[in-house]
């Protein structure tokens, strides 16, 4: 299992996943199933599984150069604040990156504890729900992202579970077979002890030091804070014309009827693609989904009853956009938008003012300097509207509305054409 250790950061919390996960073992072999772990290994977890059984997540020796002592355990803290038997996820670690942890029975499953590519990380979750609804079993709870579009499943992000109430109580840490790690806190003890009984000592002289220096700190801070440009988010989304003429080409290249099957709903959102195909008589699921796996390179998600298959496919991301353009003004913005699409006969559409919300500014090369956000000179609308004709046959040869970009279309029955689009639009606040 060389190799498997990875780590990530996230809000200051380093987290460790690839841990060599043992089957748990009864707590009165414990005590010697970790001596035997010890000689092979650096570094461990531990779980308790009920009152009876401790299952051992360890690092091996070759890896300890990746790992250390108070490393947080991906999948250990996860099951502690999911505290379900059964159940899945995939989370989102960076922009390139996912996280999976796989439970079974209260058990954290061999090789169900990783990071890799997104594309990884989709095909291992799909196939993992297969192989588990073919054993005739299924999962209490399913965690993945949104944009998945799994039956029954939520989305849950490791920055949400970092600053949740049950985060602190449920840590699972990395421990060190050498027993440092046990030096280590008790040195950490005895230096509070110390600095609090100086406190003590120092009283008054001690705070009012304290205080002008932390007015010294906050005035050398201000003063160094150098304020830059927010992102402008739009000019790196695709244009409308774009944007459909992609999904055009990618729904063109999908085929109407595969293996017997109907393709009966698509759905289109930035990197992912969405085929149900519908099931005709005489034919089978199981033959469906393994020609599907063969031609698409994915699972099919079946429904209950086996007569309509899903297939989530990832697109490539768009590479190098840089639209920039000048926004409408804020006062005439939302008419002159609803008159855009009044004016080739939609007539029902939403339109809703949404918070602008920015990353988290960089870090500056220069230790005496911090970076802010200036101000944000726009505002946000999130739209949705219903056609009864294709997207790109409605806007075809429409000019560029400035600010308007499309981030999902999706169809029912794509026999009948109706669409429903979803997509955002920018405007100067003033």
């Known amino acids: 299992m060389a190799g498997a250790i990875r780590t990530c950061k996230i809000r200051g919390i380093t987290f460790i996943s690839g841990l060599i996960w043992e089957s748990p073992v009864d707590n009165v072999l414990f005590r010697e199933n970790r001596n035997h772990a010890r000689k ?58 996912m996280a999976l942890v796989v439970v079974r029975h209260g058990e954290i499953l061999a090789g169900m504890d990783c990071i890799s590519s997104q594309e990884v990380i989709y095909d291992k979750f799909m196939h993992t729900i297969d192989m588990v609804r073919d054993a005739g079993d299924d999962f209490d709870k399913t965690y993945c992202p949104a944009v998945w579009d799994i039956p029954d499943s939520e989305e849950l992000s490791l920055t949400s579970v970092i600053t949740g109430k049950e985060f602190k109580k449920n840590k699972s840490l990395l421990r060190s077979f050498s027993g440092f790690d046990f030096l280590k806190k008790e040195k950490k003890s005895i230096l509070k002890l110390v600095f609090l009984f100086g406190s003590v000592i120092a009283g008054s002289v001690g705070y009012y030091s304290y205080q002008y220096y932390q007015q010294e700190q906050e005035e050398h801070r201000i003063i160094n804070t150098k304020y830059i440009p927010p992102p402008h988010e739009w000019e790196s989304e695709t244009s409308v014309n774009e944007q459909l003429n992609k999904w055009d080409f990618y729904l063109e290249s999908y085929p109407m009827v595969f293996d017997g099957w109907d393709l009966k709903a698509v759905s289109f959102s930035r990197g992912l693609a969405k085929l149900t195909y519908m099931r005709n008589e005489m034919l089978t699921a199981s033959s469906f989904g393994k020609k599907a796996f063969a031609y698409f390179n994915v699972h099919p998600v079946f429904d209950k009853s086996g007569n309509k ?51 988290r500014e960089p870090v500056s090369d220069n230790p005496d300097v911090i970076y802010k956000w200036g101000k944000v000179t726009w505002k946000k609308y999130m739209w949705t509207l219903t056609v009864g004709v294709p997207p790109s046959v409605m806007l075809y040869g429409l000019k560029q509305l400035p600010g308007l970009r499309i981030s999902k279309i999706r169809t029912e029955d794509i026999d009948r054409s109706t669409w429903k689009l979803e997509g955002e639009f920018y405007a100067n606040e003033k």
């Open 309 to 359: 298959a899903t297939l989530s496919l990832l697109l490539p991301a768009d590479k190098d956009v840089d639209n920039k353009e000048t926004l409408l003004p804020g006062q005439d913005a939302e008419i002159i938008f609803y008159s855009y699409f009044q004016r080739i006969g939609v007539n029902h559409i939403e339109l809703k003012k949404v918070d602008v919300k920015l990353p």
């Open 40 to 97: 092979e290994n650096a570094y461990y977890v531990t779980r308790k599984l009920g009152k009876q059984l401790t299952q051992l997540g360890l690092v091996s020796a070759e890896e300890k150069n990746d790992a250390s002592v108070g490393m947080c355990s991906l999948a250990g803290t996860l099951c502690n604040i999911v505290n379900v038997p059964t159940w899945i996820g995939a989370f989102i670690v960076n922009h390139q990156e």
